[in-house]
């Protein structure tokens, strides 16, 4: 856990630890890849990556881009994550478009067909995992989460049936935040990823982290069962980790 003085350092932050993991991934394994979240700290973050002055010690025509959740909208709408991504990050640094690849959206190939749509996602994650990945997903090298005040991460919320989905890609119909139809990373999906960061900003963050690191279940909060392969890493700003015992903040910064 690494807790910083407030949002705007906690966004700069993260985008430096980003740059660093995804550059020593490729220089591991000559590509890399990332699952971004939305949410106003990930889209903060975003805009940071795309600020700083070393951002190009990523190589961006060999860094994949996927998402851990999608609201069920039109292609270009404001509140899609895709759409905020764009505008935050992606138009400004020189992905391969191919590498790429966003969450379906209404007016996409399988239409209003939810379903169908999860099942593509899941297609497409099967066909760009490798053997080495053992299973039907890639093994991202970093995986952002966003957690809301009732725990929810990606659009995996309290004691919702998308909980006890054994699929890749999850279908979310009626989801108690707007809109109701969305599109998620299972568990088993965000678990593949090498390492998972949550990224947490805000006093109203406090109690759903407080219950997830204390031990809370993963079906009244689904951030309690998040964990990467490799390493899980909370991310908060002092508001969030405000009702955390000081004995389990590993590092703060001034």
């Known amino acids: 856990m690494v807790v910083h003085r407030d949002a705007t350092l906690l966004a700069k932050a993260v985008a430096a630890r980003i740059i660093t993991g995804i550059a020593d991934a490729q220089a591991a394994r000559g590509s890399a890849s990332i699952v971004l979240t939305g949410g106003g700290i990930g889209g903060a973050t975003l805009r940071e990556l795309a600020a700083s002055p070393a951002r190009d010690a990523i190589d961006w025509g060999h860094l994949d881009v996927w998402w851990g959740d999608e609201r069920f909208l039109p292609s270009g709408h404001p509140e899609r994550n895709e759409t905020q991504a764009r505008e935050a990050l992606l138009a400004h640094v ?33 066909t760009a995992a490798q053997p080495e990945d053992h299973g039907p997903v890639p093994a991202f090298d970093i995986l952002l989460l966003g957690v809301g005040p009732d725990g929810h991460v990606a659009s995996l919320f309290p004691e919702s049936p998308a909980l006890y989905d054994e699929r890749t890609v999850v279908p979310v119909r009626g989801a108690p935040k707007p809109p109701p139809l969305r599109l998620s990373l299972s568990t088993a999906a965000i678990n593949s990823a090498r390492e998972v960061w949550v990224i947490a900003a805000g006093e109203e963050k406090a109690p759903a982290v407080r219950m997830t690191l204390g031990g809370a279940g993963p079906t009244a909060i689904p951030a309690a069962g998040i964990r990467g392969r490799v390493a899980t890493r909370w991310l908060l700003d002092r508001a969030a980790s405000a009702d955390i015992p000081v004995a389990l903040t590993r590092i703060s910064s001034p």
Not at 100 to 112: K, L, N, Q
């Open 94 to 126: 020189p992905l391969r478009a191919e590498r790429i690849h966003p969450m379906a959206a209404t007016d996409g190939p399988d239409g209003d067909d939810l379903d169908g749509a999860a099942l593509r996602y899941a297609d497409e994650l099967r």
